[in-house]
């Protein structure tokens, strides 16, 4: 797998995205180097260095790949991955091993990459358009070229409730190609002045809730991933962003699986009847509140890779996210077992024979009531589907259908 087993050179954020960068400097400007372009404000000094330390920092992962490898070999193959940790110094702890601290190491510097490649791609690019006069969208903002740009050269100071509003505005313009590069640009430069969730106001955190009540509320969680400012919001996000855990069950890294997770419950809400989750669509308009599936989504395995029962420690952090975003008791007590009771299901259904009325008795007690079930039964098809493409099948969805059912009747 791609994600398993990545190119250092040729996948997204290698050293080929490093290279192209330079091609395109040369094209556009005339130099072999992004450092000149510094000066005439083209690249910023904070691009240029994080550039560079993410080409050192591939480069020494892949020579010593070749030397691991004995060959000229470009793809963090498994095999090669556990030895080459070892030569690097990476050393297993308590909470994590050796290698799943290089790979996480890896999974950084290819994001870095690709989000500051990205946006010099785009300004490049528009080097070569020229510049468009803005059409307003509002007071703040504007479209350039049918990019999203915010109007104010000041924006958006220390203030991430004009980043979310940002993000609101890019949500209710689907038709947008993206960032204009000086927005985006300034956004990178402003993240690490936002606060965390933690230390933000209300008004602040109520912009945050508001992007999950809204349409498309799953692409702009995505949007914030791939950007850092979801990281930035939710600082214990940010520490499993590029996390894998080294055996060949898990495909995706945390925060990879857990967007895709947040994907496949965007999918349930669309209402259409989908062949691979045969209940979903009729469960979905059952939900009271959608957007608190979305933080159970969030929260399923955010506390993975600090020792203990990671299902625990991530109801804790649901919790207290719940309790600063004003939920009710009753929405952030829902949001925080469905955490810690997000692998419940799945093994019932998988380890125990749902047949056997004794079972579904101890699992109908254990979830307690209808709403429980509804939210238990979506979260774990989007778990579940959301690992690995080749872990959900016919056989779990008929499981899974059978056991809601089966806990749905004894609850009547």
């Not at 490049?124 to 468009?132: H, L, N, R, T, V």
């Not at 499993?240 to 055996?247: E, P």
């Not at 495909?251 to 947040?262: E, F, G, K, P, S």
């Not at 996210?321 to 925080?336: G, K, M, P, Q, R």
Request: proline share 4%; glycine share 8%; aromatic share 8%.
């Amino acid at each position: 797998s791609e994600n398993l087993e990545p190119n250092i050179k040729e996948g997204p954020g290698g050293l080929r995205d490093l290279h192209t960068l330079g091609w395109m400097a040369l094209r556009t400007f005339g130099v072999h180097e992004l450092e000149p372009l510094i000066g005439l404000s083209h690249v910023g000094p904070d691009e240029a260095a994080a550039l560079a330390r993410e080409r050192s920092a591939l480069g020494r992962l892949r020579y010593g790949l070749h030397l691991v490898a004995g060959r000229a070999e470009e793809r963090l193959r498994f095999d090669h991955q556990k030895t080459l940790a070892g030569r690097l110094g990476f050393a297993d702890d308590e909470e994590t091993l050796g290698v799943e601290k290089m790979m996480q190491g890896f999974y950084r510097s290819a994001a870095i990459v690709r989000r500051v490649s990205d946006r010099l791609l785009q300004r490049f690019e528009e080097q070569f358009d020229g510049e468009a006069l803005p059409e307003p969208l509002d007071d703040a903002f504007a479209s350039r070229r049918g990019y999203l740009a915010a109007r104010d050269p000041a924006w958006p100071g220390a203030d991430v409730s004009a980043v979310f509003a940002l993000f609101a505005m890019w949500a209710a313009h689907p038709e947008m190609r993206g960032l204009h590069s000086r927005t985006a640009r300034a956004l990178a430069e402003a993240l690490p002045g936002l606060p965390a969730f933690g230390d933000a106001s209300r008004a602040q955190r109520d912009g945050f809730m508001a992007l999950l009540r809204m349409p498309r509320a799953v692409e702009t969680l995505t949007r914030m991933a791939r950007l850092g400012l979801l990281g930035q919001w939710i600082p214990a996000f940010a520490r499993v962003s590029g996390r894998m855990q080294f055996d060949l069950f898990h495909v995706y890294t945390v925060d990879q699986h857990t967007l895709m997770v947040l994907r496949n419950i965007a999918a349930f809400s669309s209402g259409r009847a989908d062949e691979r989750f045969s209940i979903a669509h009729e469960v979905w308009p059952r939900l009271r509140k959608p957007e608190l599936l979305l933080l159970a989504g969030l929260f399923h395995d955010i506390a993975k890779g600090r020792g203990g029962d990671h299902s625990e420690l991530g109801a804790v952090d649901a919790r207290e996210f719940c309790a600063a975003h004003a939920l009710s008791e009753n929405d952030a007590e829902l949001v925080a077992w469905l955490v810690e009771q997000h692998l419940r299901m799945s093994v019932t259904a998988q380890k125990q024979d749902i047949s056997d009325a004794a079972v579904i008795h101890r699992f109908a007690a254990l979830v307690g009531d209808r709403e429980r079930l509804d939210y238990l039964y979506l979260l774990t098809c989007a778990d579940i589907a959301g690992t690995s493409p080749k872990l959900w099948n016919a056989w779990k969805d008929r499981l899974l259908a059978d056991l809601y059912f089966a806990t749905r009747r004894v609850m009547r």
